[in-house]
T-cell receptor
Framework: DAKTTQPPSMDCAEGRAANLPCNHS???????VYWYRQIHSQGPQYIIH???NNETNEMASLIITEDRKSSTLILPHATLRDTAVYYC?????????????FGTGTRLMVLA | GAGVSQSPSNKVTEKGKDVELRCDPI?????LYWYRQRLGQGLEFLIY????????KSGLPSDRFSAERTGESVSTLTIQRTQQEDSAVYLC??????????????FGPGTRLTVT
C-alpha cells in the first residue's frame, strides 16, 4: 500500500478555510485517496474520497494534484466542531487488500 | 437508522484473563473490520470479514487474538491471556461492500480495554 505523510498538527481560525495537505508520492494508478476524521473519543468518520478528479460534498472538497502525488482536504468554513484528527489513506480499487492503513494523521485545532 | 454498536464500552481486566469484545454492524453491511488504537496513535488494522469469504487475519498481532463473525451479523473479538500492551481502544467498522462508495466504512464508538 502507498504510504501517506501528513503534518502532525495545524491550527485554523473559526470561519476560515482549513487546508489539510497529504503527500502520497508512491501512489499507484489504481489507488483511491480517502479522508476520515476522528473527533476526540469517537470512532473515525468518513469525509470524502477521490481517484483523479477533484471532489466536493457537503462536508469538504478534495483537491488531487495532476500527478496524484499529493492532495488537499479543504473545509471551507471551519467551525469549532471540526477540531479533530484528520487521516489521509490510500487503497487499491482492484482486489488485493481491503484494509485501511492509517497513519498518525493531522490534528486540526480550530480556534475561536 | 442504527449505526455500528460495540459492547462493552469499557472493560477493565486483570493480566492473564480472557476478554470478548462484541460488534453489531449496520444491517445489510457485508463487510466488517476490527482495528486497534493505542493511546495517542493511529488505527492499526486487525482483521476483516466479507460475506462468506475467508477473513483477512493479517493484522492480528499474535495467536492470542481471534475473531469470529456469524454470517453477516455480529462479530466477536477475543483476546486470550491479556497483557498490559493489549490496553487500547478496539474499534469495529462495517461497510456495504468493498468497492467505490460502498467501501465507505462506518465506525462504532469503540471498546476501551484496560489490562491491569
Amino acid at each position: 500500500d502507498a504510504k501517506t505523510t501528513q503534518p502532525p498538527s495545524m491550527d485554523c481560525a473559526e470561519g476560515r478555510a482549513a487546508n489539510l495537505p497529504c503527500n502520497h508520492s508512491t501512489i499507484s494508478g489504481n489507488e483511491y485517496v480517502y479522508w476520515y476524521r476522528q473527533i476526540h473519543s469517537q470512532g473515525p468518520q468518513y469525509i470524502i474520497h477521490g481517484l483523479k478528479n477533484n471532489e466536493t460534498n457537503e462536508m469538504a472538497s478534495l483537491i488531487i494534484t495532476e500527478d496524484r502525488k499529493s492532495s488537499t482536504l479543504i473545509l471551507p468554513h471551519a467551525t469549532l466542531r471540526d477540531t479533530a484528527v484528520y487521516y489521509c489513506i490510500v487503497r487499491p480499487t482492484t482486489s488485493g487488500t481491503y484494509k485501511y492503513i492509517f497513519g498518525t494523521g493531522t490534528r486540526l485545532m480550530v480556534l475561536a | 437508522g442504527a449505526g455500528v454498536s460495540q459492547s462493552p464500552s469499557n472493560k477493565v481486566t486483570e493480566k492473564g484473563k480472557d476478554v470478548e469484545l462484541r460488534c453489531d454492524p449496520i444491517s445489510g453491511h457485508t463487510a466488517l473490520y476490527w482495528y486497534r488504537q493505542r493511546l495517542g496513535q493511529g488505527l492499526e488494522f486487525l482483521i476483516y470479514f466479507q460475506g462468506n469469504s475467508a477473513p483477512d487475519k493479517s493484522g492480528l498481532p499474535s495467536d492470542r487474538f481471534s475473531a469470529e463473525r456469524t454470517g453477516e451479523s455480529v462479530s466477536t473479538l477475543t483476546i486470550q491471556r491479556t497483557q498490559q500492551e493489549d490496553s487500547a481502544v478496539y474499534l469495529c467498522a462495517s461497510s456495504l461492500g468493498l468497492w467505490g462508495t460502498s467501501y465507505e466504512q462506518y465506525f462504532g464508538p469503540g471498546t476501551r480495554l484496560t489490562v491491569t
